[in-house]
């Protein structure tokens, strides 16, 4: 495994100076609040680039997902890929450069397979929680559901109150660390080739050690949400690339020290 980033992509040329920690950092609760804050200015850098590439990445969604069912396992899959290649435009940012629209694709040539397989072991991980769901609940209230029945639905959802708010509960449970362990990942993979399973092992750790900062970080930002919504949800424009530089922050706060002075990393 490369500690040292040699196997970032071109695009981001100083990577070899960015130096991967392992197993990672435990950061201040104070730092839910800095990350915040640090992935502001990675917006504000580029805030018509961070709006172009959702709407690219929206209406790929949209057309995959025109092919029933593979369309969208398939956007899932590849999923990380793009999220790749938001990191690598945030190195880009962080560095004094700029963001361009291939970055966004940056991915798809370096480290495809692996950032493809963590797509994939995120899937099944969401699949088997939905199962978890269904055992509980019941597939009578799933049938219901998919079947678009709006009158069985209501009957089979009054019918199974109890056994909702458990299976809820459980995937609720089962879902925080998936979500873990795939925080990091791509950022990990893409950044300095960590290998899937290691890079997810390794953003669990980072995740669970700094509990307390990720707590504090994910109210604000419910709380930010809630007021993106409130104007049309235009908000969240701004919102969700917040979400994607403010990660970017703390995989930097937690992962990662410069090799050189800070006075030179910036160009």
Not at 3 to 14: I, M
Not at 100 to 127: D, H, P, R, S
Not at 157 to 166: D, K, P
Not at 238 to 266: H, K
């Amino acid at each position: 495994m490369s500690t040292t980033g040699s196997a970032v992509p071109a695009a981001v040329a100083a990577d070899a100076d960015l130096k991967l920690v392992l197993p990672g950092r435990t950061r201040p609760a104070g730092d839910g609040v800095k990350w915040i804050g640090d992935g502001w200015p990675l917006f504000t850098k580029a805030p018509l680039m961070w709006i172009i590439s959702l709407i690219i990445m929206v209406v790929i969604a949209v057309i995959v997902g025109l092919i029933p069912i593979v369309g969208q396992i398939a956007f899932q899959i590849v999923t990380p890929v793009f999220y790749a290649g938001l990191v690598v435009a945030c190195r880009s940012l962080e560095r004094g450069g700029d963001f361009e629209l291939e970055q966004l694709f940056a991915g798809f040539k370096t480290q495809f397979t692996n950032l493809l397989v963590l797509g994939a072991i995120f899937l099944v991980g969401m699949l088997l929680i939905f199962l978890s769901f269904a055992f509980f609940v019941g597939f009578g209230v799933l049938g219901a559901v998919l079947a678009g029945n709006t009158q069985n639905v209501m009957t089979a959802v009054a019918g199974s109150a109890v056994a909702i708010l458990l299976g809820l509960l459980v995937m609720l449970a089962l879902m925080v660390p998936l979500l873990m362990a795939y925080w990091f990942a791509p950022a990990l993979v893409i950044m300095h080739g960590v290998a899937p399973i290691e890079a997810m092992k390794a953003s669990f750790g980072a995740c669970l050690r700094n509990f307390i900062p990720f707590l504090i970080y994910g109210i604000i930002m419910t709380l930010l949400c809630i007021v993106a919504v409130i104007p049309l949800a235009l908000g969240l424009l701004v919102w969700i690339p917040l979400t994607f530089t403010s990660t970017y922050a703390a995989y930097r706060d937690i992962f990662t020290e410069d090799s050189r002075p800070a006075a030179s990393v910036a160009v």
